[in-house]
Every structure is written in structure tokens, then in C-alpha cells.
DNA sequence: GAGTGGTCTAGACCACTAG
DNA sequence: TAGTGGTCTAGACCACTCC
């Protein structure tokens, strides 16, 4: 007896996944209405609905009103990037973190950065360098700006112990952001803190950060050589 | 009159995230039950659950049954990463995409890729070079090894006028992958291809893909000198 | 064992949009 | 303007898990 009580949204999002992997619908064609699906499944209507409102979500199908449900034809995946405090993903490698403050300046915001974070001209930022260790070997190395004012006892935080990643996250929680990956090469502080050769490429992720519509900081953060972003989609 | 029938769960979803930015509701803390929310917000309760879902989907928010709903105390934001055929990356910049095949081969499948994408020893694959420019500049080297078992008229097929990328998602659509992403010196083939000095860092992307639980293909897709992957969260 | 979220149902009204 | 998805409601039963 392989009865159940009823069909479940995940059946269905899976029984209309195999469909279009095996071409039953095909790319481009046009789904039952939901109404229609309910009846062939037995199910109720908000049944169906959530089911393909999740393959809509993952960019398989498309939905519009009158429109109907449609297979898309030139699927755009989403590759879901877990980004997590530094300490937490090297303490997720099971290897020991260490962090060490490198710079703590306070200095009047360059062109470029008010230009970044849309920012008043003449506005303070402090200017923070760190380091990340994994094991005692360099992990990542961080540069931040922060804009005082919309952080403003940021000016109490020495950020000897703690970094300054994990201090905004507390205290400005839940905030938006940009992000830009990319390749550049070891120069400067960078192959020093680092301990590599000059030109060496290195993986950076660049972050500017946004609390209730302020611009709160900007963000670069390179790490080791050899370092990989992995994902599943 | 700013009336409203009813309580909308965008409107409950947005209050939450109001209250736990403002502090109300402080991060580690126990969140009103859905009833109770219900309660408050006048609404069923399945209006608070798909919002509080939603939260929970964006890692804002846990969720057990009998624990209740929690604020996160070390969120772990999800960065969206839209990842589509060249030929539209390019195209959505408004520049002229030009594809080209450098060279095509059958061969015995490589140790390293067998281990990769666990096939049976002494499988053949179908090793391809690929060039995509965008108006007329090197936009990106693609290397890709196709699995011939699974994907039997892949023989059939030159690859002379359509990218292998776009092949594929024509012929296994919406199969899962892996994704790796990283920063690599231009060497070999690399830095002719690009037009770039030896040594140059690269952003790089590398994609194991699977069509219905079979290894399909691995590619290994390098961009030319500068190019950085954004995204929001 | 009891409380909480997870899900399904049946019905309703609304909002968008293709024809 | 008619058809489709988008959402809300009120109620129900279930599954997990903390105490």
C-alpha cells in the first residue's frame, strides 16, 4: 500500500521537474493552469500554487497572470554564495582563528569612497587593515572604511580583539549589501601580509553595505592564495 | 483613509525585519508565536507563516517546532548569484557576442577527471577549447570535458557555430552542478587566448554538472583580465 | 505529553494582462 | 473583459522536539 493522505507541494515540484527534464513539457510550452493540475493531483489549488511558485523562484518556469505558467526557454541559474563571518568559515575548516588589527585610522573620506557609498564631501571614515589567520597561516586580509556617522560609537571600538566584521554584524545587523568578486595580483601590503609574490592572484570580494538605506561600510577583503568559493545550485 | 482589507504577509514580513533592526526583538531572541502574531497583526495564521518562511529561507530567522521562531544571532547572508550563457552576459552589456571553437577532441577520460566526475575507468570524453569575445575583445576562455555515455549525440554535434554551454542547456536542461570559484595566473593557452602577460590574475569558474543524478560535464571557464561577478544581498 | 511550526483544504476575492 | 495567478481566511491534522 503506497497511500497517503494527500499529495504534498514537494511532489508535485518534483513530478512537474521530472516533466520538463523529460521533455513532456518542453522548453517554452505552456503548463495546465493551476486549477487544472489540481484535479489531475487530486490537491487543492494553494497546493499547486505553492509548488510552481518555488520552480518560479529557482527561475525554472515563469508565471503571469492570464499568461499562464511557461517552461523558461535560456534557464538563468542562481548560485546561492553562503557568506559568513571569516572566523566562522575558518572555524568550519576545523582550524584555529586568529585575528590581529594592522591599522586603525581615522581620515577624511577619499573622492572614490564618497563616490561608493553617496556619502557628503568632507564626511570622517575610519580606516581600518586586519588579518585573518587560519591555523597561523594568513587567511584573508581586510580593509575597511566605515562611515562614522552612521556608526557613530564605532569611535569607542579600539578593534583589538575583535574584528570589525564580526562588531558591525552585531551591531548593525541584517543590513544590505553590493558585492564584486574578482582576480587581482599580490602588490604592496598585500603580498606582505600575505606572504606570497609579487602579482601572485588572489581571490577578493569587495562590499559595500547599506542599514536602513545608510551607507555603512565599504569593504575588501582578499584572501589566500589558492582560495575557492565553492557552491551548489 | 489608509484602510486596508487586509494584512498583507509582505507587510507582516517587513514589520518583523523593522522589529529585529530597531532591536525590539534582539538577535538570539524568541519571537510571538504564529498565533499570537496572527493575533496581533489580525490576519491568519498562515499569513504570519509564509512570512516568517521567508525569513527563515533568508537565514534572518530559525524556526523549530516546539522551539519556536529565533532572531539568528550570527546571520549567514545568502548572495544570489546569476549565472547564464555567455552569449547573454555579453549581450546584456550591449556588446557583439562572437563565438569560436578552437579545438575539438575524443579522448580517454583523465584520472583527475574520472575522479571528478565518477565515471567508470576508460570512458571517453569529449575534451573542447572555446573562445567567447565580446565586441570583438577576449571575454572568456572556456575548456569543458563532455561525458559521451551520458550524453550519447554529443558526436553529432560540431560545435563550430554553437557554444558547447548553450548545446547543453538546449539538451539537459535544469541539471544540478557544483561551482568553485577562484583567482588563477594566466599560463599556456590562457594568456594567448586573453591577450594577457603570463602570470596575469584571472577570475575563474569551475562547474561540475549532473543531468538526473549522471555526470554530464565539467568546465572550467576563465575571463579575461578585469572582470569582476556582481551581486546583492 | 504538550506546544510549536509544517502543511493541506476549500473557498473567496483581487490584480494583472492577453487578446 | 475574461482568464490566470496572487493572496488571504478559517479550520484541521500532523510531525517534531523540548521539558
Redesign the pocket.
Known amino acids: 500500500m503506497t497511500n497517503q493522505?494527500?499529495?504534498?507541494?514537494?511532489?508535485i515540484r518534483e513530478e512537474v521537474i521530472d516533466r520538463i527534464q523529460t521533455r513532456i513539457w518542453p522548453q517554452g510550452s505552456l503548463?495546465p493552469?493551476?486549477?487544472e493540475l489540481a484535479a489531475e493531483f487530486?490537491?487543492?489549488?494553494?497546493?499547486v500554487?505553492?509548488a510552481?511558485?518555488e520552480l518560479?523562484e529557482q527561475g525554472i518556469v515563469t508565471?503571469?497572470?492570464?499568461?499562464?505558467?511557461r517552461v523558461v526557454t535560456t534557464p538563468v541559474k542562481h548560485a546561492k554564495l553562503p557568506i559568513a563571518v571569516v572566523r566562522q568559515t575558518i572555524e568550519d575548516m576545523n582550524a584555529g582563528y586568529r585575528y590581529a588589527l594592522v591599522s586603525r585610522t581615522l581620515i577624511d573620506c577619499p573622492a572614490w569612497l564618497q563616490a561608493k557609498l553617496g556619502i557628503p564631501e568632507g564626511a570622517q571614515v575610519l580606516h581600518l587593515q586586519c588579518m585573518h589567520h587560519a591555523d597561523n597561516r594568513p587567511f584573508q586580509f581586510e580593509e575597511r572604511w566605515i562611515n562614522v556617522n552612521a556608526v557613530p560609537h564605532v569611535m569607542d571600538e579600539g578593534f583589538l580583539t575583535v574584528g570589525p566584521n564580526e562588531w558591525l554584524l552585531a551591531e548593525v545587523p541584517f543590513s544590505n549589501a553590493e558585492i564584486a568578486f574578482s582576480a587581482v595580483p599580490a602588490t604592496g601590503h598585500l603580498q606582505e601580509f600575505l606572504s606570497v609574490p609579487t602579482g601572485t592572484p588572489l581571490f577578493q570580494l569587495e562590499r559595500t553595505t547599506w542599514f536602513r538605506n545608510d551607507p555603512v561600510t565599504f569593504v575588501r577583503m582578499t584572501f589566500h592564495q589558492g582560495y575557492q568559493m565553492r557552491t551548489t545550485y
Open positions: 493522505k494527500s499529495v504534498s507541494f514537494q511532489d503548463l493552469t493551476e486549477l487530486g490537491c487543492a489549488r494553494a497546493t500554487n505553492r510552481l511558485r518560479a508565471r503571469k497572470r492570464k499568461g499562464g505558467t
